[in-house]
C-alpha cells in the first residue's frame, strides 16, 4: 500500500483526489497539506509540509504556485518523489523544477490527462508534415474560477510544436493590440473563461483551402485526478530526476 502526502487537499481537486485514493486498493492518503487545516477526510490536515514528521512514499501536489519552493526542499529533505499537478507556474519556478530534479525524482506535467498527452503528440505529428505551410492556432476553454491564461497545457502544446517546427515561432496571446496581417512564423495562443467549462484545447492547422483540428474535451476533473494518481503509484521507488506522462505510458 503505498502511502500519498496530498498537499492542496482541502481544494477542489484535493477532494477529488482523496475520494479516488479512497476507492483504490494500492495507495492510501497518510496526510494532507493547505493553509486550511480542516480536515473532511480520515488523515490529519498540516499547514504546512514541514509540520507533518510522519513518512510517506509519495507527495502529490495540487495546491498553488507559492508552495513549490517549501515543498520541494521538504521533498528533497525527506527523500520523497513528488507530483506536480499545479498549474501557473513561471518561467523562474519551471526553472526550479528541473533544478530540483537533478536531486530529487520530480514528476511534472501541464496535463495529467492521458487524453491530452496523446493530443500533443498527434500535433507534433501534424506539425512535422503540415508546419511550414500552415497556420497554427490553439484556443483553450476553462471555468469562470480559473486563474492562469493561457493554461499551461495550451503552453504545452504550443512548446511541443515548436520544437519540431524549422524556425521557432512567436507566440501571440492577443491579436487587439495589434493591427497587421498574420505573420506566418506564429502560433496564435487564445484563452475563453466561462461557466463550468473544465477544459477544451483545439490546435488548429489551417491552409490554403483545408482546416485540420485536434481536439480534445475533459468532461469532470476525475481525468486529472485519477491521472495525478497513477502517476504517484509509478514515481514510488523511482530515482533522481525529470518524469512526466511519456515516461508513465
Known sequence: MKQIILSGCNGK?????????????????????????????????????????????????????????????????????????????????????????????????ANMSLGINLMVELAKKAAGVLGDSFDIEIIEKHHNQKIDAPSGTALMIADAVSGVLDEKPQYVYDRHSQRKKRDKNEIGIHAVRGGTIVGEHDIMFAGRDEILTISHTAMSKEVFASGAVNAAVFMCGKTAGLYNMKDMV
Open 13 to 109: 481537486m484535493g477532494h477529488v483526489i482523496s475520494n479516488i485514493v479512497a476507492g483504490r486498493d494500492d495507495c492510501t492518503i497518510v496526510a494532507g497539506i493547505d493553509i486550511n487545516t480542516q480536515r473532511h477526510f480520515d488523515y490529519p490536515v498540516f499547514a504546512k509540509p514541514s509540520d507533518y514528521a510522519g513518512g510517506a512514499d509519495v507527495i502529490i501536489d495540487f495546491s498553488h504556485p507559492s508552495v513549490l519552493t517549501p515543498l520541494l526542499a521538504f521533498s528533497k529533505e525527506r527523500g520523497i518523489p513528488v507530483v506536480l499537478a499545479t498549474t501557473g507556474y513561471s518561467k523562474a519556478q519551471i526553472e526550479e523544477i528541473h533544478a530540483a530534479a537533478k536531486g530529487t525524482p520530480v514528476f511534472f506535467t
